[in-house]
């Protein structure tokens, strides 16, 4: 197995993983859970949730044992996925509130307007979370339909569940109840949150049907596992996990559906199918939270629990099955491999985070040398992963770095920083290289 890096991606490509201009652009669906953590899948290790669909496209595909997101809360974290770029770069460093007067700023290029100029149909069905005035929605930013929630389900009065946004809703008086969307129009508020993973498992398979004779972007961010949990009839009371486990394993089926639909249709062999979630466990909510599993701490935090995410890809024909990808790599990667499998322009004079992992998810390689990923909460840099090594930066001054050996240590439990000197000042020297050449986005409004 050779190396990749970032010099020997372009001859990797040139010797045959990239598509020949005469065949016709792969369907992209990515699905996105949102809070479903490293340890909530029967494939990942949970004793009581059931996930035979997922557990089914990971031994039919790849499954990722290090991938993350660019951020460990929702707003920021699509953000990343949908422009390959880190959040203080795209702008949406922290979670839009329903009073919120911003988003996703109108310079950032989204992975569906960049599939647009070859021919994509694109749909947006689930939760958008990067903007919800009208021209920051998704039908203004390169998808022709949109079905959904436009930011989170405890959004509203009806629904919150947080402390902290409780009080945060009282001086927003003016915030209405959550409304369901189709495409710009409001057209119910306060849905019944038990039938969404059903109704937009509906709207997907209903678009995968429709849109079969022209290549197709479907992008379906799941309103749960977040809080407040709720499952329908069908799957209420079934896991041995309790509620939390009923809603994974209805997201379970969902999966089936798309998979059962891509194969009626005879789309499957030309589909890149990418199932993951936008960060870690939301572990204040303890038991209806989810599980990190191996990982330290959960959503909100800069820890392994909040950024790294169960991830697993399928396309039959041309992922190998059974593929477990151990190399490190992220939602900002998806942005270019996309672009790549579908013979698309990345946006001129706009900096990438993300690479082109075509070679890893076709198991033409099986390490990655170059990787480093920097961690925000806003725009506060907490640390970076450069190789197996991950560098956490202090949150006060007076404090040391801590270092920590991810592949001995995935729990992140002894600091290594007094042993390796050396480490600790080689990323010391990414970190100072990163500040002293980024570009940071416009404030969030
Ligand atoms: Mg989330």
């Not at 390490?367 to 197996?388: C, N």
């Amino acid at each position: 197995m050779e190396t990749i890096t970032r010099r020997s991606l372009a001859p990797l490509m040139a010797a045959g993983l990239a598509p020949r201009p005469d065949w016709r652009p792969p369907n992209i669906v990515i699905i996105f859970a949102d809070d479903l953590g490293y340890g909530d899948l029967g494939c990942q290790g949970h004793p009581t949730i059931r996930t035979p669909h997922l557990d089914q496209m990971a031994r039919e595909g790849v499954r990722f044992t290090q991938f993350y997101d660019a951020a460990p809360a929702c707003s920021p974290s699509r953000a990343a996925l949908l422009t390959g770029r880190l959040p203080v770069r795209n702008g949406v460093n922290n979670v839009l509130n329903p009073w919120a007067q911003g988003g996703l700023p109108a310079e950032e290029t989204t992975l569906a307007e960049a599939l647009k100029p070859r021919g994509y149909a694109t749909a947006c069905v689930g939760k958008w979370h990067l903007g919800h005035r009208p021209q920051y929605l998704p039908t203004r930013r390169g998808f022709d339909s949109w079905f959904g929630i436009p930011y989170s389900n405890d959004m509203s009065k009806a629904t919150a569940g947080n402390p902290g946004f409780i009080r945060s809703l009282e001086q927003h008086p003016e915030t209405g109840p959550l409304p369901l969307m189709r495409g710009e129009r409001i057209v119910e508020t306060e849905p019944d949150q038990s039938q969404l993973t059903r109704r937009y498992t509906e709207e997907a398979t209903r678009f995968i049907r429709e849109s079969a004779n022209r290549p197709f972007f479907l992008y379906l961010p799941h309103a749960m596992p977040h809080h407040p949990l709720a499952a329908s009839e069908r799957f209420r009371g079934k896991s041995r996990r309790g509620l939390y486990g009923d809603v994974v394993e209805e997201l379970d089926w969902s999966v089936g559906e798309i998979r059962r639909t891509l194969r009626e249709r005879k789309l499957d062999t030309n589909t890149l199918l990418v199932f993951s979630s936008d960060n870690g466990p939301w572990l204040v909510k303890n038991e209806e939270g989810g599980s990190a599993g191996l990982l330290r701490e959960g959503k909100g935090t800069h820890w392994e629990g909040g950024f790294r995410v169960p991830a697993i890809a399928a396309w039959p024909g041309r992922i190998p099955a059974g593929l477990t990808a151990m190399a490190p790599a992220s939602t900002m990667d998806l942005f270019p491999t996309v672009l790549a499998q579908a013979g698309a322009e990345a946006p001129a004079g706009r900096m990438l985070d993300g690479q082109d992992i075509s070679p890893l998810l076709f198991g033409r390689v099986s390490t990655r040398e170059d990787f480093a990923l920097f961690y925000y909460g806003g725009q506060v840099l907490r640390g970076v992963r450069a190789g197996p090594w991950k560098l956490v930066l202090p949150a006060r001054a007076v404090e040391k770095p801590a270092l920590y050996h991810l592949e001995h240590d995935p729990s992140e439990k002894y600091d290594r920083a007094g042993a390796e000197p050396g480490v600790v000042e080689r990323l010391q020297a990414i970190i100072a290289e990163h500040r002293r050449t980024l570009v940071p986005g416009p404030p969030q409004s």
